[in-house]
């Protein structure tokens, strides 16, 4: 049986797309196939226009969401007004043909845009009572008490039940009240709990791009991929330089005349600055343009900022401009972050899809690992350090793991260029601590420690300072003294420029001869672990016991079950050979060194995976048909199978993910993706929580 909740609201402007959004992202986390559906979208005359319903494209974008807009809407408007009934046995039709497919549906009410009749409150609770989908209602806290939001919870709830539906939970959402609780409290029942989410001006803020139509104007300058930058407010600037460098804020547009140029270049400037906050626009009013040369010099140094020009005069400009309300759209990347940062932080997310019953999936789909990934960094955050910090995809992965609280961020790097590269990609990084190795404070320090550290290999002083100099040293010197948990490295740098900082500072944990590295395969319904297929090119017997016993431990630290395949080209005593021997050898010291780990080999790929051929080659084996960590016995193998795997079988490849380290270093590979930065900076924050755990547990363990 599918699963499905219909989000409704008593009025327009609730912000129900962002409840909506969260409701289905956490769905996400718990069953394989999830569904939108749109009972009511837009008129027919909007679609011919190709005016297509935001929210529904907003909910379709969400990885989750296999199907397209046309399956996932119902009827338009239009045809509620001309028949109710007929429209209803249409929604109800299309929407079973949505369920089918999925394991759960986000249905998704109407917004009140074109009032008809009958009312649209009572025909979203009949549409809900029709498709036996449980009402989430959504009332606008804004500038309202508690009483006022009660009262509004009544009229609805009665006309819920009125038109036979299920009203299961309450979000009070956008609540400028300083105590939310006040509204939890007043709303909640035994019967039907609620929740209450802060206002956040940021989901209502129009783009750029919004802005731009309202005051008929035209981009004169800068990247247009940066129109999609949120504005919080307008500064009119009226004054002399000095005054509105005082006056700026974070995501104002700056309005200003066209014979201004020393306010544009002035703003330009603290645009990039370190000093200065982020803006997200200028408008240039009057229809007087920007002199020649000024022009040309924005354009010679390459200026990001979005120059927007327009003929209206100022007044007209800024009653225009403030008139524009924003939406949550699928081109909002900051508002989704926000939305579902607010929605986690505020929503018992898992007690909500308790009482919808939805049943945990014993799958584990690519998204959901990802998922789980975010969710326990998020819960106990560390600080990790990023030494590439001037890359563009290291600062695109920042801004998104700090907008998600996923772990407190130190950027390395000259401040100034960093702050630079930042703005001109519109991406937001204050919240990051930015260090220049250089130039820091702590590098005399460093300088010091790591002198101390290999003074017996006859380095200098003058050669460590040298040393610490460079980003990768300075970063594991910060993991290594405890100023930051862990280090993410290799955007940029080599596997070796990442590692070779650690294993002379850091070093491996006790009982391990080798740093090793695994793979996270995230296959279609499921997690395998693969290594080593990144560090190690022919290691020994026992250092081949070491990734065995490493790479298990990886996996139960990620809640995969440990079923250990050390993979040859034989299965038992069926081959022989000098590669057959050193697997052999191997799972004997691991089955020696650690006895109740699962383990099987010399066996095949084969016969670890599939389990009627391990029925046919191993019918007694624990393992064999049902393995999850499977290790390589040599780099050449592992790289191309990991790779052949993840192109061939469509998998997602998260890693290489370090192990056997005292603290956690971790290598992206160079063709790293924004994606991919995210997932690893989230598994060195979940190391680093484990290996804070375990010294904790071996501190109460050992006698005073």
């Given at each position: 049986m599918c699963t499905s909740v219909y989000v409704a609201s008593i009025e327009?402007?609730?912000?129900?797309?962002?409840?909506?959004?969260?409701?289905?992202?956490?769905?996400?986390?718990?069953?394989?196939?999830?569904?939108?559906?749109?009972?009511?979208?837009?008129?027919?005359?909007?679609?011919?226009?190709?005016?297509?319903?935001?929210?529904?494209?907003?909910?379709?974008?969400?990885?989750?969401?296999?199907?397209?807009?046309?399956?996932?809407?119902?009827?338009t408007y239009d045809d509620v007004h001309a028949d109710p009934v007929a429209a209803l046995d249409t929604i109800v039709e299309r929407y079973h043909r949505v369920a089918e497919q999925c394991d759960a549906v986000v249905v998704v009410g109407s917004d009140y845009t074109d009032v008809a009749t009958p009312t649209e409150l009572s025909y979203n609770a009949r549409i809900a009572a029709n498709l036996s989908s449980p009402v989430l209602l959504v009332l606008n806290g804004k500038d309202r008490t508690p009483t006022d939001l009660v009262t509004l919870a009544d009229i609805t709830t009665a006309a819920i039940t009125a038109n036979h539906a299920?009203?299961?939970?309450?979000?009070?959402?956008?609540?400028?009240?300083?105590?939310?609780?006040?509204?939890?409290?007043a709303l909640a029942t035994d019967a039907v709990p609620a929740y209450a989410i802060p206002y956040d001006p940021l989901l209502s803020a129009p783009s750029v791009a919004d802005l731009m139509p309202?005051?008929?104007?035209?981009?004169?300058?800068?990247?247009?991929?940066?129109?999609?930058?949120?504005?919080?407010?307008?500064?009119?600037a009226g004054m002399t330089m000095p005054n509105v460098l005082d006056r700026l804020f974070d995501d104002a547009v700056v309005v200003t005349a066209g014979d201004r140029p020393e306010v544009v270049l002035g703003v330009l400037m603290a645009h990039v600055s370190a000093n200065f906050p982020q803006v997200s626009a200028i408008v240039l009013n009057g229809g007087i343009e920007l002199p020649v040369q000024v022009a040309r010099l924005l354009e010679g140094i390459g200026a990001t900022l979005p120059i927007?020009?327009?003929?209206?005069?100022?007044?007209?400009?800024?009653?225009?401009?403030?008139?524009?309300?924003?939406?949550?759209?699928?081109?909002?990347?900051?508002k989704i972050a926000a939305a579902?940062?607010?929605?986690?932080?505020?929503?018992d997310g898992v007690a909500l899809l308790d009482r919808l019953d939805v049943s945990r999936t014993t799958a584990v789909t690519p998204l959901m690992f990802e998922h789980q990934l975010v969710d326990d960094a998020s819960g106990r955050r560390r600080h990790i350090v990023l030494p590439e910090g001037e890359e563009e995809r290291i600062l695109r992965a920042a801004d998104l793991l700090l907008r998600r609280g996923v772990a407190e961020l130190t950027l390395l790097g000259d401040p100034i260029r960093i702050s630079a590269q930042a703005a001109g990609i519109g991406v937001d990084v204050s919240a990051a601590t930015l260090l220049d190795p250089r130039t820091s404070?702590?590098?005399?320090?460093?300088?010091?420690?790591?002198?101390?550290?290999?003074?017996?290999?006859?380095?200098?002083?003058?050669?460590?300072?040298?040393?610490?100099?460079?980003?990768?040293?300075?970063?594991?010197?910060?993991?290594?003294?405890?100023?930051a948990d862990g280090m993410v490295s290799g955007s940029v740098h080599t596997t070796a420029h990442t590692i070779r900082p650690a294993l002379e500072v850091v070093r491996t944990v006790p009982g391990v001869s080798v740093v090793s590295s695994v793979f996270f395969m995230c296959l279609e319904n499921q997690v395998l672990v693969y290594g080593d297929c990144a560090v190690n090119p022919d290691p020994t017997a026992e250092q081949l016991a070491d990734i065995a016993i490493s790479s298990a431990a990886t996996a139960a630290a990620f809640g995969i079950e440990p079923r250990v395949a050390m993979l040859s080209y034989s299965t038992g005593s069926s081959g022989a050979g000098s590669d057959v021997e050193k697997v052999s050898a191997a799972t004997a010291l691991v089955r020696d060194r650690a006895p109740d780990l699962l383990v099987e080999g010399p066996i095949q790929y084969d016969a670890a995976i599939d389990p009627a051929v391990a029925r046919t080659k191993l019918p007694d084996s624990q393992v064999a048909g049902r393995a999850t960590v499977f290790i390589f016995p040599d780099l050449n193998?592992?790289?191309?199978?990991?790779?052949?795997?993840?192109?061939?079988?469509?998998?997602?490849?998260?890693?290489?993910?370090l192990q056997g380290l005292r603290k956690p270093v971790n290598d992206l590979s160079r063709g790293a993706t924004v994606r991919d930065i995210v997932n690893t900076v989230a598994i060195t924050a979940i190391q680093a929580q484990q290996m804070t755990q375990q010294m904790t547990q071996q501190m109460k363990e050992t006698p005073a």
């Open positions: 327009g402007s609730t912000g129900k797309s962002a409840i909506a959004l969260g409701v289905l992202d956490a769905l996400s986390r718990r069953v394989e196939r999830v569904g939108v559906f749109r009972p009511i979208v837009r008129n027919d005359q909007a679609t011919a226009r190709g005016e297509r319903d935001y929210v529904l494209d907003l909910l379709i974008a969400h990885e989750a969401v296999t199907l397209d807009y046309d399956e996932c809407t119902g009827v299920t009203l299961f939970a309450l979000v009070a959402n956008r609540v400028t009240l300083p105590d939310p609780g006040e509204v939890v409290a309202a005051v008929d104007g035209t981009l004169v300058s800068g990247d247009p991929a940066l129109l999609d930058r949120e504005v919080l407010g307008l500064l009119v927007v020009a327009t003929d209206l005069l100022t007044q007209e400009t800024s009653a225009a401009l403030t008139s524009v309300r924003g939406r949550l759209t699928a081109s909002s990347p900051r579902l940062g607010l929605f986690a932080q505020h929503v404070d702590l590098t005399e320090r460093f300088a010091e420690e790591y002198y101390q550290r290999r003074k017996h290999r006859g380095l200098e002083r003058d050669d460590a300072l040298t040393r610490v100099r460079d980003e990768s040293y300075f970063g594991t010197l910060m993991v290594e003294l405890g100023l193998t592992g790289n191309n199978t990991y790779k052949a795997v993840q192109r061939s079988a469509g998998a997602v490849a998260i890693g290489p993910v």
